[in-house]
Protein backbone atom coordinates (compact mmCIF):
# COMPACT_ATOMS: atom_id res chain seq x y z
CA UNK A 1 0.00 0.00 0.00
CA UNK A 2 0.80 3.35 -0.71
CA UNK A 3 0.67 7.18 0.12
CA UNK A 4 -1.61 7.54 -2.92
CA UNK A 5 -4.02 5.60 -1.73
CA UNK A 6 -4.28 7.14 1.60
CA UNK A 7 -5.05 10.06 -0.42
CA UNK A 8 -6.98 8.70 -2.77
CA UNK A 9 -9.34 8.11 0.35
CA UNK A 10 -9.22 11.05 2.00
CA UNK A 11 -9.53 13.69 -0.11
CA UNK A 12 -7.88 16.64 -1.03
CA UNK A 13 -8.46 19.30 1.37
CA UNK A 14 -5.27 21.27 2.30
CA UNK A 15 -4.87 23.71 4.54
CA UNK A 16 -1.71 25.97 4.43
CA UNK A 17 -0.51 28.73 6.84
CA UNK A 18 2.24 31.80 5.80
CA UNK A 19 4.88 31.84 7.82
CA UNK A 20 4.48 35.68 8.79
CA UNK A 21 1.06 35.19 9.99
CA UNK A 22 0.19 35.87 13.89
CA UNK A 23 0.70 32.58 15.26
CA UNK A 24 -3.19 33.35 16.90
CA UNK A 25 -4.41 33.18 13.27
CA UNK A 26 -3.02 29.97 12.62
CA UNK A 27 -4.65 28.90 15.63
CA UNK A 28 -7.89 29.66 14.74
CA UNK A 29 -7.66 27.66 11.10
CA UNK A 30 -6.70 24.96 13.11
CA UNK A 31 -9.72 25.28 15.46
CA UNK A 32 -12.28 26.21 12.71
CA UNK A 33 -11.25 23.26 10.79
CA UNK A 34 -10.63 20.31 13.27
CA UNK A 35 -7.48 19.90 12.25
CA UNK A 36 -4.01 19.04 14.21
CA UNK A 37 -1.83 20.58 11.69
CA UNK A 38 -0.80 23.01 8.55
CA UNK A 39 1.32 23.21 6.17
CA UNK A 40 3.60 26.31 6.40
CA UNK A 41 4.04 27.76 2.36
CA UNK A 42 5.85 30.62 1.42
CA UNK A 43 6.17 31.52 -2.39
CA UNK A 44 4.83 27.71 -3.48
CA UNK A 45 7.96 25.95 -0.99
CA UNK A 46 6.90 24.48 1.80
CA UNK A 47 8.55 26.09 4.80
CA UNK A 48 7.85 24.41 7.95
CA UNK A 49 4.75 22.67 9.73
CA UNK A 50 2.86 23.82 12.30
CA UNK A 51 1.47 20.81 14.60
CA UNK A 52 -0.31 21.33 18.09
CA UNK A 53 2.70 20.08 19.48
CA UNK A 54 4.77 23.21 18.44
CA UNK A 55 1.33 25.49 19.76
CA UNK A 56 1.59 23.73 22.98
CA UNK A 57 5.39 24.81 23.57
CA UNK A 58 4.77 27.89 22.25
CA UNK A 59 1.80 28.46 25.07
CA UNK A 60 4.68 27.29 27.78
CA UNK A 61 7.24 29.58 26.57
CA UNK A 62 4.97 33.10 26.62
CA UNK A 63 3.14 32.00 29.40
CA UNK A 64 0.39 30.81 28.02
CA UNK A 65 -0.06 34.11 25.30
CA UNK A 66 -0.46 33.93 21.64
CA UNK A 67 -0.72 37.04 20.65
CA UNK A 68 2.66 38.27 19.47
CA UNK A 69 4.71 35.68 17.97
CA UNK A 70 4.47 34.43 14.55
CA UNK A 71 4.02 31.11 12.94
CA UNK A 72 7.87 31.43 11.48
CA UNK A 73 9.55 31.22 15.43
CA UNK A 74 6.81 28.51 16.27
CA UNK A 75 6.62 25.86 13.57
CA UNK A 76 9.12 22.75 12.64
CA UNK A 77 10.84 24.33 10.08
CA UNK A 78 12.61 20.74 8.63
CA UNK A 79 9.13 18.16 8.73
CA UNK A 80 9.41 15.12 7.40
CA UNK A 81 7.72 14.71 4.15
CA UNK A 82 7.29 12.02 1.66
CA UNK A 83 5.81 11.37 -1.94
CA UNK A 84 2.70 9.49 -3.19
CA UNK A 85 5.04 6.69 -4.23
CA UNK A 86 5.72 6.00 -0.52
CA UNK A 87 5.22 2.93 0.95
CA UNK A 88 3.21 3.15 4.07
CA UNK A 89 5.52 0.94 5.70
CA UNK A 90 8.31 3.22 5.19
CA UNK A 91 5.95 6.09 6.10
CA UNK A 92 5.01 4.24 9.81
CA UNK A 93 8.63 4.02 10.41
CA UNK A 94 9.80 7.78 9.81
CA UNK A 95 6.74 9.01 11.49
CA UNK A 96 7.86 6.59 15.05
CA UNK A 97 11.16 7.37 14.34
CA UNK A 98 10.58 11.30 14.81
CA UNK A 99 7.69 10.89 16.72
CA UNK A 100 5.68 12.62 13.67
CA UNK A 101 1.86 12.86 13.65
CA UNK A 102 1.57 14.79 10.75
CA UNK A 103 3.84 14.64 7.31
CA UNK A 104 3.03 16.45 3.95
CA UNK A 105 3.33 14.61 0.66
CA UNK A 106 4.94 16.06 -1.93
CA UNK A 107 5.07 15.96 -5.50
CA UNK A 108 8.75 17.29 -5.97
CA UNK A 109 8.22 21.06 -5.12
CA UNK A 110 4.14 20.28 -5.39
CA UNK A 111 2.32 19.96 -2.07
CA UNK A 112 -0.37 16.83 -2.78
CA UNK A 113 -1.78 16.65 0.64
CA UNK A 114 -0.86 15.79 4.37
CA UNK A 115 -1.70 12.24 6.15
CA UNK A 116 -1.08 12.00 9.33
CA UNK A 117 -0.75 9.03 12.16
CA UNK A 118 -4.28 8.02 12.13
CA UNK A 119 -4.43 8.13 8.50
CA UNK A 120 -1.58 5.60 7.77
CA UNK A 121 -3.33 3.83 10.91
CA UNK A 122 -6.64 3.51 9.71
CA UNK A 123 -5.35 2.19 6.14
CA UNK A 124 -3.47 -0.34 8.16
CA UNK A 125 -6.41 -1.87 9.85
CA UNK A 126 -8.22 -1.54 6.57
CA UNK A 127 -5.95 -3.51 4.83
CA UNK A 128 -5.60 -6.17 7.33
CA UNK A 129 -9.47 -6.49 7.54
CA UNK A 130 -9.76 -6.71 4.40
CA UNK A 131 -6.79 -9.70 4.14
CA UNK A 132 -8.87 -11.30 6.93
CA UNK A 133 -11.94 -11.48 5.23
CA UNK A 134 -10.77 -13.04 2.12
CA UNK A 135 -8.51 -15.78 4.43
CA UNK A 136 -11.58 -16.94 6.31
CA UNK A 137 -13.57 -17.00 2.79
CA UNK A 138 -10.65 -19.22 1.67
CA UNK A 139 -11.00 -21.53 4.26
CA UNK A 140 -14.72 -21.73 4.79
CA UNK A 141 -14.74 -22.27 0.85
CA UNK A 142 -12.02 -25.10 0.93
CA UNK A 143 -12.54 -28.16 -0.87
CA UNK A 144 -13.47 -31.57 0.94
CA UNK A 145 -11.65 -34.36 -0.07
CA UNK A 146 -14.30 -37.30 -1.05
CA UNK A 147 -12.60 -40.27 1.27
CA UNK A 148 -12.71 -37.26 4.46
CA UNK A 149 -16.10 -36.48 4.14
CA UNK A 150 -17.25 -40.04 4.31
CA UNK A 151 -14.85 -41.09 7.01
CA UNK A 152 -16.52 -38.95 9.72
CA UNK A 153 -20.24 -39.84 8.71
CA UNK A 154 -19.15 -43.63 8.31
CA UNK A 155 -17.99 -43.30 11.91
CA UNK A 156 -21.26 -41.81 13.54
CA UNK A 157 -23.24 -44.41 11.65
CA UNK A 158 -21.07 -47.17 13.63
CA UNK A 159 -21.67 -45.21 16.80
CA UNK A 160 -25.12 -45.09 16.53
CA UNK A 161 -25.41 -48.98 15.49
CA UNK A 162 -23.09 -50.08 18.49
CA UNK A 163 -25.39 -48.14 20.51
Known sequence: MKVSDILRVKGSALYTANPDQPLAEAIAVMSDNDIGSLVVMEHGDLVGMLTFREVIQALVKNAGSINGPRVRSVMD???????????????RRMMLERHARYMPVMNQRTLMGVIS???????????????????????????????????????????????
Open 77 to 91: DCPLTCTTATEIDEV
Open 117 to 163: FYDVAKAVVESQDFENRMLKAYIRDWPVEEGAAAAPAESAAGTASQA
